[in-house]
């Protein structure tokens, strides 16, 4: 019989050793400072070209892992990777995961694409898997990792496009979120929104995605109603955790809905957006869009910002261009905050290095070097090795540092 009480049982965030502030980009690019509060992002995660999706997917995983026990490490059974970074066309980021990581060799390895949809995707997979019985106890990693390319350089993009990992470990032993069985609903269509027609280019129409990200935020929820009964958008969730481009799509997308839901006044709305969603941008505001890891991110924000005394229901949105969409919901216990607080978040994010825009304009160029298909080229950390020292140098991080016949090599710092 299929084990109903699944989902997450632990989650990590790894978004790098460097930052750039959003309003010295505006001020240094020339951009409309008018703009920057309809954007409401303060930083952007930064990578470092010693980094990969590869790295960054290890180094938020591993601190989950070196929590479990033997015995609870080797019933991580499915590997599932998320990404728009890409190392190879056929080969996964989970098989280098996988090893450096340490798991047992009885894994399934596999990835999942669909834009920023594909995270979400993968947790209702590996919800599946765990929660099937067929394999009672296994756990399931899914990893989104992504590092942006420069190719929105100059634009109001750029601001908003990160670097960053988040690492989801599901299993029947639910301590941060509760998957609501059932309750979820979907929306999708072929749309040319935003899309990755090479390697190293990302491009589309913003203005159509806005659109598309609020229909189908609109239309999923419809769906997610007809499933739930007596689902109710204004009522029904305690907080809401939504894919996050920036924050004020978000607010955008929840004034919205308030509207045509409930036809509340602007007064309400502000105050609803405050207790319900605000929490969700604690991190999302301070580090970017980091894709498929986003509407996590924002899940962890709810965790670590909002007062939790009782189990509450969150209800959440992810969106990937193209076009995909799903509203679901779960529990959140009084205890998650206490679960999530060991790996300090926080913390981790305090430690980053802050960049002026011309070193940042200097780490986008020594980047684009490593470009993907590269069958051999060897780390050279002098450009940068004070900001290696400052963040990696002794702290047990994976960083890249080589590619040899297309194989990427990798070492502890």
């Known amino acids: 019989m299929r084990n109903t009480r699944v989902g997450i049982e632990a989650i990590n965030l790894y978004a790098g050793p460097t930052y750039v502030s959003v309003k010295d980009m505006f001020e240094a690019r020339g951009l409309d400072l008018g703009r920057l509060d309809n954007l409401n992002m303060n930083k952007k995660s930064v990578a470092l070209p010693c980094e990969d999706a590869v790295s960054y997917g290890v180094n938020a995983a591993k601190p989950i892992i070196d929590r479990l026990t033997l015995e609870e ?94 690492a989801i470990l599901v299993s029947d032993r639910p301590k941060l979120l509760e998957i609501d069985p059932g309750a979820s609903g979907r929306h999708s269509y072929e749309v040319m929104d935003v899309c990755r027609p090479m390697a190293e280019l990302e491009t589309g129409d913003p203005d159509l995605s806005l659109l598309s990200y609020l229909d189908c935020l609109e239309k999923s929820f419809k769906e997610y109603a007809s499933h739930v009964e007596g689902a109710d958008f204004c009522n029904t969730f305690d907080y809401f955790a939504f894919h996050t481009p920036f924050a004020g799509m978000v607010k955008g997308a929840h004034r919205r809905m308030m509207r045509r839901l409930r036809g509340a006044s602007s007064e309400e709305i502000e105050a609803d957006f405050r207790k319900r969603v605000a929490p969700s941008l604690h991190y999302c505001t301070e580090v970017g869009n980091i894709y498929a890891g986003t509407v996590f991110l924002a899940l962890c924000g709810v965790i670590a910002s909002a007062h939790i005394e009782a189990s509450s229901r969150v209800g959440m949105f992810s969106y990937g261009s193209g076009c995909s969409s799903e509203f679901f919901s779960g529990l959140l216990p009084a205890s998650s905050r206490q679960v999530l607080e060991p790996l300090d978040i926080s913390g981790q994010l305090r430690r980053r290095v802050r960049l002026d825009v011309p070193r940042y304009d200097e780490v986008l160029d020594l980047n684009a070097e490593w470009c993907f298909g590269l069958k051999d080229k060897t780390v050279d950390r002098s450009p940068y090795s004070d900001l290696y020292e400052r963040f990696f140098e002794g702290k047990g991080l994976l960083t890249l540092t080589a590619i040899k016949g297309f194989h990427r090599e990798y070492a502890w710092s």
Request: proline share 4%; aromatic share 6%.
């Open 73 to 166: 490490r080797n019933r991580i059974e499915t590997v599932i990777t998320v990404t728009e970074s890409p190392v190879d066309f056929g080969k996964s980021l989970s098989t280098y995961i996988h090893d450096w990581l340490g798991l047992h060799p009885n894994c399934r390895l596999m990835e999942i694409k669909q834009a920023c949809y594909a995270g979400a995707a993968s947790l209702q997979v590996a919800c599946a898997i765990a929660g099937s019985g067929f394999s009672p106890g296994s756990k399931v990693l899914v990893i989104c990792t992504d590092i942006a390319r420069a190719v929105a350089r100059d634009t109001y993009a750029e601001p908003t496009q990160a670097a960053g990992a988040v």
